[in-house]
T-cell receptor
């Protein structure tokens, strides 16, 4: 089955700096890769996603890149702000699969220091 | 549109008891997935329902079960609770034709 690794487990950056979180996956059939942000006491919230037919996707300060050959994808947050502090999870799945389930990475705790 | 709602938000039970958690998906979403989140194991898939049918199941013992009703609301049940069942149980829904799952706030279950 699919296995997703995520690094680093914790990340501290100064406000205004960039943050990068990397994930690797094992199943070459996976073709949908969402990123979720989870704040304390809340459920995960989708922040960006990418499909395997796209190499990069950007949404304001957030971008995701995908390298299918190497089976890894990364989240990039630029101009970080204190409200970006949260736990971030990557996930992988086979899109459109009957009975879809996501396999999540273990999470990265991001702290943005003012 | 209202988001995914889960009730109750917090629950305390003792070992050996059973518990039922409820999830109401976003209006129009017919698929519901359940996940268990713990500090040690992270987010793990429990099961997924579509139109009252379980389509996929994760690697959890038979004490964990679920169902979905005709209005797409879903419940999960855990029987004979163990200390290790203490976790945040998350429900996610998504509409047909998409892969984007929207999560609820979760139910925090504590087993004493």
């Amino acid at each position: 089955g699919e296995n997703v690794e995520q690094h680093p487990s914790t990340l501290s950056v100064q406000e205004g700096d960039s943050a990068v979180i990397k994930c690797t996956y094992s199943d070459s059939a996976s073709n949908y890769f969402p990123w979720y942000k989870q704040e304390l006491g809340k459920g995960p919230q989708l922040i960006i996603d990418i499909r395997s037919n796209v190499g990069e996707k950007k949404d304001q300060r957030i971008a995701v890149t995908l390298n299918k050959t190497a089976k890894h994808f990364s989240l990039h947050i630029t101009e970080t702000q204190p409200e970006d502090s949260a736990v971030y999870f990557c996930a992988a799945t086979v899109a459109g699969n009957y009975g879809q389930n996501f396999v999540f990475g273990p999470g990265t705790r991001l702290s943005v220091l003012p | 549109k209202a988001g995914v709602t889960q009730t109750p938000r917090y629950l305390i039970k003792t070992r050996g008891q059973q518990v039922t958690l409820s999830c109401s998906p976003i209006s129009g979403h017919r698929s519901v997935s359940w996940y268990q989140q713990t500090p040690g194991q992270g987010l793990q898939f429990l099961f997924e329902y579509f139109s009252e049918t379980q389509r996929n199941k994760g690697n959890f013992p038979g004490r964990f079960s679920g169902r979905q009703f005709s209005n797409s609301r879903s419940e999960m049940n855990v029987s004979t609770l163990e200390l290790g069942d203490s976790a945040l149980y998350l429900c996610a829904s998504y509409p047909m034709g998409t892969d984007t799952q929207y999560f609820g706030p979760g139910t925090r279950l504590t087993v004493l």
